[in-house]
């Protein structure tokens, strides 16, 4: 049977038709949702949990459902599997990548390794199963810091594949460390000199930005954090505006905690068709493909066993830190 993405067939469904079809496949396949909050806010809405990468990763690891919809990118999906061997993980579109995890083809790392001896390997939880299976332990943005500081203090220690989160942690933890050269294409994507303007026109607003962006807007910024911890920021801190240095989802989440507070969206390039930031891969999901997912039972996530083990035994080194 081909692989139906957005079934045709589904467009005389009208948004709510489709959405209670879709609750009542969910009852029926004993399914959870999980989402990101980058996701759009259709999305959000359905999901049973939506979090940052560790909180997601935590939720998938101690679900009892028999199929996980993963509302995210690959390598989010990836891990759900890697911790959920025996359930179905599917992703509503397979082509949701992540421009850091593609930095990191499993060859080149392998080299990279074989010329770094004796390193420790911290890799960002954006990385494919393969670079996972390679690293010591793993991260996510919400503990890089406690992660690379769990280490002893004379182990060299390779930071990959964001250079800008490794940047920042060398700065948070005062250690060396050799840096793989990825990025964030949404992230260093945001146009300093728009901010700066943007800055200016609202002097009374706080930056909050996500530490893959680059250290000239990190260095600007009153509070750098992951996903939920920008979003626990605007909540605790008493000021009434925010520029929002990061992709531009999670701002549904952030003016539903705070509706009375002006959120405002750090500016991206002139090019970018929006005015903020949007990761194109986080936005190939929709409602539908959701649905035509969970019916099909695939796009689901397969992994060779030995690849899902290794990987397996990075990731719980992370989720045992708490
Ligand atoms: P979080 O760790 O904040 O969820 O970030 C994941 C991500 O992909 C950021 O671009
Ligand atoms: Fe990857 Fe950047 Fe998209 Fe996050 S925002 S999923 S790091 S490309």
Known sequence: M???????????????????????LRTERNAVFLAHYYQTPDIQELADF?????????????????????????????????????????????????????????DKFRAFLDAHPGHTVVSYINCSAAVKAMSDIICTSSNAVRVVNSLPKNRPVIFAPDKHLGAYVQRMTGRRLVLWDGVCEVHVDISADKLKLLLGKHPEAKLVAHPECPEHILAEADHVGSTSSLLDFVQRDPAGTFIVATEAGILHRMREAVPHKVLIPAPAHANNTCACSECPYMKRNTVRKMYTALRDGRPAIELPEDVRRGAERSLRRMLALG
């Open 2 to 24: 081909p692989m139906i993405l957005d079934d045709p067939a589904l467009d005389g469904i009208s948004e709510y038709g489709l959405r209670e079809a879709l609750l009542a």
């Open 50 to 106: 939506v979090g940052d990468s560790l909180a997601l990763a935590q939720a998938a690891d101690r679900t009892g459902a028999d199929t996980i919809l993963f509302c995210g990118v690959h390598f989010m999906a990836e891990t759900a599997k890697i911790l959920n061997p025996g359930r179905t993980v599917l992703l509503p579109d397979l082509d949701a990548g992540c421009s850091l995890a593609d930095s990191a083809p499993a």
